[in-house]
């Protein structure tokens, strides 16, 4: 079983949000921005796999004092952290952490479900 997997969700309003889940089912990351088809939410993470390999992502210091991290590809996010954090040193590790899980990502998108139905009462 991989370290970390990929799920897509449907979004508020329509499209699909895909999130990076560790082993431990935690969030570790989002896509950098809302995809219209599931189709194009694997797309987005097949390419976030790729970058990942190449590329660390940057530490960012919001407008409101907690750090967060990007994956940029191309001037563009293709996937932030899951959550703020309040100091710097934290969000360093969880880029850490994102870093060397990246040689399990592609096993990760091996799990992601192709499609999912829709839960009852949503």
């Known amino acids: ?45 097949r390419r976030v796999a790729e970058v990942a390999l190449v590329k660390r ?4 210091h919001e407008d409101d004092g907690t750090w967060s991290w990007s994956l940029d590809d191309g001037g563009e996010a293709i996937a932030r952290s899951a959550a703020p954090y309040s100091r710097r040193i934290d969000c360093l590790r969880a880029i850490d952490r994102f870093v060397d899980l990246a040689d399990d990502f592609q096993s990760g998108l091996a799990e992601a479900p192709a499609a999912r139905p829709p839960r009852r009462g949503a």
């Open 57 to 60: 992502p940057r530490l960012v």
């Open 1 to 45: 079983m991989p370290m970390v997997r990929f799920d897509i969700r449907p979004a508020n309003g329509g499209g699909f949000l895909w999130r990076l889940l560790s082993g431990n089912n935690r969030t570790m990351a989002t896509g950098g921005c809302q995809c219209a088809t599931r189709a194009e939410c694997t797309a987005q993470m």
